[in-house]
């Protein structure tokens, strides 16, 4: 296993969308370990291929408290939404900036697991949150396009102002 380096926004290969992975083979497996010990290692929840420069529909997530039930998600599909629910976000690519989020409560969705096998599913609470997030990121979308306009320049001075420093550092 490798740990693998996480783009931060506003690094434009985040707004790549992911192609459809066409054949779980061992590439993809160690892919996927490879995400999830960088996802643990950067102490987060779920990680997309895309946050690691990996442009495959590939997403892991653990929402367990002793870190123990890792998911991996191969080309996960959203099939249905029930009601709304605000929670606050985070993300690997986007650090030390959280804010709430409005999202669907309860999903159902379609995923292949490293067997090759379609899946159906549902969540709600975190899970489907984390789910609804790391999908996104398949698709080219940060849980900061969810913020207003306001909200996003901010975001954006805040990181050219650590940026500077970094670049003074």
């Known amino acids: 296993m490798a740990k693998l380096e996480v783009l931060h926004f506003p690094d434009p290969r985040l707004r790549k969308k992911a192609v459809p992975v066409e054949t779980v083979d061992s590439n993809i497996r160690s892919v996927a370990e490879d995400m999830l010990e960088t996802m643990y290692d950067e102490s987060g929840i779920g990680l997309a291929a895309t946050q690691v420069n990996i442009q495959k529909r590939i997403v892991v997530i653990d929402v367990s408290e002793d870190r123990d039930a890792p998911v ?47 899946i159906e599913a549902e969540a709600d609470g975190l899970k489907s949150v984390c ?39």
């Open 72 to 118: 991996i998600l191969v080309n996960p599909t959203i099939i249905a939404v029930e009601g709304v629910e605000q929670m606050q976000e985070g993300c690997l690519s986007v650090p030390g900036y959280y804010d709430d989020v409005e999202r669907a409560e309860r999903i159902k969705y379609s995923y292949v697991d490293l067997e090759g096998q379609v």
């Open 131 to 169: 789910i609804q997030h790391e999908i996104d990121h398949l698709d080219g979308k940060l849980f900061i396009d969810y913020l207003s306009p306001l909200k996003r320049q901010r975001l954006m001075k805040k990181i050219e102002k650590q940026e500077k420093l970094l670049a003074q550092a």
